[in-house]
């Protein structure tokens, strides 16, 4: 797919790929085999028609394609962007071992970028059932909630969206940054469930404003939890208090929902130095690090303690990174900070590692190499080593069971919580995941609680 080249948009928070052009797409859905079987839409967890999308892109047939694949995925040109094809639907390809597989996450977002050009092409959207009377709230609006309230409002149900910040969509707003994902698209997305009838109430922070057991006094026949992880994790080591050290929540928040990189026509500034590292290696890790890049900085690091093979980042990303200059230290784990002396980090002592035998998480251990620090000359550090759910809704809602990471324990079938008329999927269950596996939750519960109403 067109990319921007490295030299040009490490300067610029605009979109890196540009999409396939018509030509490209009919070309790419024309390697597509059709196979019988469907081994790629056992490889999506909401379950695409794909092969059904991708003949209709190769026959030039738009609004089929469109109907094809939003009839199990809301949220097509986001997860066209963001969902690791490689490792699901795009691995299960039949061409996967013979050639390439078929681009599948490049042709969905080719479908979506389709339908939100050609608006007025597309025959009016089907009839929604009629109402059952039956009000169900959904709190957050990243993935899993907006999934969820998108199949329950295709039910004839009555759905309420409770969100805390100011804008629905998530992380999809608030961490991802532009470049990546346009807010445009995601807001696109946002508008389309709200098209369903679906009820957004912004600054609400469930927990605070009402508790989960106001709103089922007050009204809900259930709640579905679909609050993320939005908890910062640190390193917890000494100075890791000196001001320049973010966590990769306030500093992408800052950035993408706030636009600091827009400063000062919008309002939120960012104190970016000279030399950045980002402790992680994740995609979030990749994201802090690029925008580091593009907010001005001369230098960006991505320190991590394992190696390559173990970065759990995007391959795609990581090349990004790589391509636009941002520096890898692998093997490497910070140990303390250094300040200035007024209070700003002006270094970070690490220490080498070398991998040990694999851990509870089947990667090789980081161990550290006696003797083998060094320090690395930084003036901002960006701590991105992963989240837990935020504790407010655990704290307020008797009933509710969590496990010792904070997540919230539900049915994984069913995303039923051990409280009564209380549904919970995405982040808040299984930590930091995936946007397509928040969504895949989003759909057992819808399944699940429609279910319940009717028998109700
Ligand atoms: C920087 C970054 C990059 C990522 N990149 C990728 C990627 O490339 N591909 C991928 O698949 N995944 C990626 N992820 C992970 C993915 O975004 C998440 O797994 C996914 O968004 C989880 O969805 P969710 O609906 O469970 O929660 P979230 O998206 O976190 O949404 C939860 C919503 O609930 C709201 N909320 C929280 N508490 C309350 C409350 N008390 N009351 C009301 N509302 C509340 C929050 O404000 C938020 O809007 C990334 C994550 C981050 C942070």
């Given at each position: 797919?067109?990319?921007?080249?490295?030299?040009?948009?490490?300067?610029?928070?605009?979109?890196?790929?540009?999409?396939?052009t018509?030509?490209?797409?009919?070309?790419?859905?024309?390697?597509?085999?059709?196979?019988?079987?469907?081994?790629?839409?056992a490889?999506?967890p909401?379950?695409?028609?794909?092969?059904?999308?991708?003949?209709?892109?190769?026959?030039?047939?738009?609004?089929?394609?469109?109907?094809?694949?939003?009839n199990?995925n809301?949220?097509?040109g986001v997860?066209?962007?963001?969902?690791?094809?490689?490792?699901?639907?795009?691995?299960?390809?039949?061409?996967?071992?013979?050639?390439?597989?078929?681009a599948?996450?490049?042709?969905e977002?080719?479908?979506?970028d389709?339908?939100?050009?050609?608006k007025?092409?597309?025959?009016?959207?089907?009839?929604?059932?009629?109402?059952?009377?039956?009000?169900?709230?959904?709190?957050?609006?990243?993935?899993?909630?907006?999934t969820?309230?998108a199949?329950?409002?295709?039910?004839?149900?009555?759905?309420?969206?409770?969100?805390?910040?100011?804008?629905?969509?998530?992380?999809?707003?608030?961490?991802?940054p532009?470049?990546?994902?346009?807010?445009?698209?995601?807001?696109?997305?946002?508008?389309?469930?709200?098209?369903?009838?679906?009820?957004?109430?912004?600054?609400?922070?469930?927990?605070?404003?009402d508790?989960?057991?106001?709103?089922?006094?007050?009204?809900?026949?259930?709640?579905?939890?679909?609050?993320?992880?939005?908890l910062?994790?640190?390193?917890?080591?000494?100075?890791?208090?000196?001001?320049?050290?973010?966590?990769?929540?306030?500093?992408?928040?800052r950035?993408?929902?706030?636009?600091?990189?827009?400063?000062?026509?919008?309002?939120?500034?960012?104190?970016?130095?000279?030399?950045?590292?980002?402790?992680?290696?994740?995609n979030?890790?990749?994201?802090?690090?690029?925008?580091?890049?593009?907010?001005?900085?001369?230098?960006?690091?991505?320190?991590?303690?394992?190696?390559?093979?173990?970065?759990?980042?995007?391959?795609?990303?990581?090349?990004?990174?790589?391509?636009?200059g941002?520096?890898?230290?692998?093997l490497?784990?910070?140990?303390?900070?250094?300040?200035?002396?007024?209070?700003?980090?002006?270094?970070m002592?690490?220490?080498q590692?070398?991998?040990?035998?694999?851990?509870?998480?089947?990667?090789?251990?980081?161990?550290?190499?006696?003797?083998?620090?060094?320090?690395?000359?930084?003036?901002?550090?960006?701590?991105?080593?992963?989240?837990?759910?935020?504790?407010?809704?655990?704290?307020?809602?008797?009933?509710?069971?969590?496990?010792?990471?904070?997540?919230?324990v539900?049915?994984?079938?069913?995303?039923?919580?051990?409280?009564?008329?209380?549904?919970?999927?995405?982040?808040?269950?299984?930590?930091?995941?995936?946007?397509?596996?928040?969504?895949g939750?989003?759909?057992?519960?819808?399944?699940?609680?429609?279910?319940?109403?009717m028998?109700?």
């Amino acid at each position: 797919m067109p990319r921007q080249e490295p030299a040009v948009r490490g300067k610029n928070f605009n979109e890196v790929a540009l999409g396939y052009t018509p030509e490209m797409a009919a070309e790419e859905a024309g390697r597509c085999i059709q196979c019988p079987k469907r081994p790629c839409v056992a490889g999506c967890p909401v379950n695409v028609d794909i092969p059904e999308f991708i003949k209709a892109v190769r026959d030039g047939k738009m609004t089929d394609a469109v109907i094809a694949l939003k009839n199990k995925n809301a949220l097509p040109g986001v997860c066209g962007r963001v969902c690791p094809q490689e490792t699901q639907c795009e691995v299960k390809c039949t061409l996967f071992k013979q050639k390439a597989p078929v681009a599948i996450g490049r042709l969905e977002r080719y479908v979506a970028d389709w339908e939100r050009e050609n608006k007025t092409a597309m025959p009016p959207a089907a009839p929604l059932p009629p109402p059952t009377g039956k009000k169900v709230a959904v709190i957050g609006s990243g993935p899993a909630g907006l999934t969820a309230a998108a199949d329950l409002a295709k039910k004839g149900h009555s759905v309420t969206i409770f969100e805390a910040l100011h804008v629905g969509g998530g992380v999809l707003m608030y961490g991802i940054p532009e470049f990546r994902l346009p807010k445009e698209i995601v807001q696109n997305e946002v508008n389309f469930v709200k098209s369903l009838g679906v009820e957004l109430v912004l600054d609400a922070v469930i927990g605070k404003t009402d508790t989960i057991d106001e709103l089922l006094n007050n009204g809900y026949d259930v709640v579905f939890l679909g609050t993320g992880a939005g908890l910062p994790m640190f390193l917890n080591i000494l100075g890791e208090n000196a001001n320049g050290i973010y966590s990769a929540n306030e500093w992408l928040t800052r950035t993408n929902l706030m636009k600091s990189y827009l400063f000062p026509n919008y309002d939120t500034p960012l104190k970016v130095g000279k030399k950045v590292a980002v402790i992680g290696g994740g995609n979030v890790a990749m994201d802090g690090a690029r925008c580091a890049l593009r907010l001005g900085a001369e230098e960006v690091y991505i320190v991590y303690r394992r190696s390559e093979t173990e970065l759990p980042a995007r391959r795609e990303e990581v090349e990004n990174a790589m391509e636009e200059g941002i520096i890898f230290k692998f093997l490497t784990n910070p140990t303390r900070f250094l300040d200035d002396g007024k209070g700003w980090v002006k270094g970070m002592e690490c220490i080498q590692m070398e991998l040990g035998e694999p851990d509870a998480s089947g990667r090789r251990r980081p161990v550290p190499k006696k003797g083998s620090e060094f320090v690395m000359n930084v003036d901002t550090v960006v701590v991105a080593l992963g989240t837990t759910p935020n504790p407010l809704i655990a704290s307020t809602t008797e009933g509710l069971k969590t496990t010792s990471h904070g997540t919230v324990v539900a049915d994984e079938s069913n995303c039923k919580t051990l409280k009564d008329k209380v549904w919970a999927g995405g982040d808040i269950v299984t930590g930091a995941a995936t946007v397509i596996s928040a969504m895949g939750a989003g759909k057992r519960a819808a399944a699940d609680i429609d279910k319940f109403l009717m028998e109700k």
